[in-house]
């Protein structure tokens, strides 16, 4: 039979802790499940005055405050008679109450905090969906104009290769011109249409040259294309 107020205290608060224990566990649990709870999860959930415990689980806090009744209950009963050792069970007594206020206000505002976390949580992974969206905008922006950049010089290349197939064909032309030319001609206009023909066949040399330099030119920018 309970005689003493804190006798009755010791009692009322056991049940009250049994009851915050199952409570604890249960919040724990739920909290396991969000992904906003890796947001506050490093927030100290009491004042460090308050509790020894650094956690993110209510239980453990819970599991203090049972070790303190316990620690309560003994100095109680040792301290009849003693008023230093009575004293310092009453300042013990009213730390065990604010802590287990502290506790049933935590699991209370528990899921408002959580859902200020998972608002966060949720704006965090907007920014974060936008910011890998323009990333990939800007790196689709970039392969588009190398691809524009890469045609845009096939193009002027095979331009380039058109043109100088054209010079190559007039200046063939003008060779068989001056050398039928040359095969009628007489006197002097023979040396004359000679050093033409070997003029001609000069230019036609570089015009070649270049059409192979052309060539490899195009040979490369289709190999970065295909990449």
């Not at 005689?3 to 009250?16: C, K, Q």
Request: net charge positive.
């Amino acid at each position: 039979m309970l005689n003493t107020p804190h006798e009755i205290a010791i009692s009322r608060l056991s049940m009250l802790i049994e009851h915050l224990s199952v409570q604890a566990k249960q919040t724990d649990q739920l909290n396991s499940k969000h992904k906003s709870h890796r947001l506050i999860e490093n927030n100290d959930l009491f004042s460090r005055h308050l509790f020894i415990t650094e956690s993110d689980k209510i239980y453990l806090y819970v599991e203090e405050v049972k070790k303190r009744l316990s620690e309560f209950s003994r100095l109680y009963r040792s301290s009849v008679g003693n008023t230093n050792k009575a004293e310092f069970a009453k300042s013990s007594l009213l730390h065990i109450e604010q802590q287990i206020t502290a506790l049933m206000n935590a699991i209370q505002a528990n899921p408002a905090m959580h859902q200020a976390a998972q608002a966060n949580f949720d704006a965090r992974k907007k920014v974060r969906i936008k910011s890998a969206q323009a990333a990939q905008l800007k790196q689709n922006d970039k392969y588009s104009k190398m691809a524009k950049s890469v045609l845009l010089s096939s193009y002027q290349l095979y331009q380039q290769l058109s043109e100088h197939h054209e010079f190559e064909r007039r200046l063939i032309e003008m060779i068989t011109d001056r050398e039928q030319q040359r095969m009628r001609s007489k006197g002097a206009n023979t040396d004359i249409l000679s050093q033409e023909v070997l003029a001609l066949h000069q230019r036609l040399g570089r015009c070649r040259k270049a059409i192979s330099s052309i060539e490899r030119n195009i040979e490369k920018a289709e190999k970065l294309n295909l990449r």
